[in-house]
């Protein structure tokens, strides 16, 4: 049971973010929602095939704003809410393909799964660099490699969405 908890606890976590952005979509103005994805990520708001720098901006900005709450003493403790609110944001993303009945492959090939991949990722960096007090807090060298190639998994992904995009957006 040790060992499967924190798995159980993550995927909490990404269900009930993605469920309350859902929610939320529900709930929030068709003007408001187009603004938030207008700041958040423009790239589903646009018909054409979007430029390198704004695929790789929000993620750059996610593993930023992750790092920074790993290092300030206070902040560290809701690192977690990183992934979290990335996934609150997949799901409002997802209520507005979903309701945008002509986006369906763009949700179903491009927008669902790699969202899901970097909400994953974040969750699991973000655990494994401040896990809870119960857990030995300290990071071994043995978890700086796994998070080592949970970055590079990351990147990975990066990269195969910026090669899978343009041919997503001639569907």
């Not at 054409?48 to 560290?76: D, G």
């Not at 990183?82 to 997802?94: A, D």
Request: positive net charge.
């Amino acid at each position: 049971m040790n060992r499967s908890f924190p798995l159980i606890y993550l995927l909490g976590l990404l269900v009930v973010g993605y469920l309350g952005g859902l929610w939320l979509f529900s709930h929030m103005p068709n003007e408001q929602v187009n603004q938030l994805i207008k700041w958040m990520d423009p790239r589903i708001l646009d018909d054409k095939v979007p430029s390198k720098l704004s695929s790789i901006l929000p993620q750059l900005v996610s593993i930023f704003l992750l790092l920074l709450f790993a290092t300030h003493l206070i902040l560290r403790y809701i690192i977690l809410l990183i992934g979290t609110m990335r996934s609150v944001f997949w799901g409002i993303c997802s209520g507005y393909l979903i309701a945008q009945e002509t986006e369906f492959w763009s949700y179903a090939l491009w927008w669902f799964p790699f969202q899901l991949l970097y909400c994953s990722l974040l969750l699991l960096i973000g655990y494994l660099m401040v896990p809870p007090h119960a857990l030995h807090p300290q990071l071994t060298n043995q978890k700086l490699k796994v998070i080592g190639v949970l970055g590079c998994i990351y990147l990975l992904v990066i990269a195969i969405e910026l090669f899978v995009l343009p041919y997503i957006h001639v569907l």
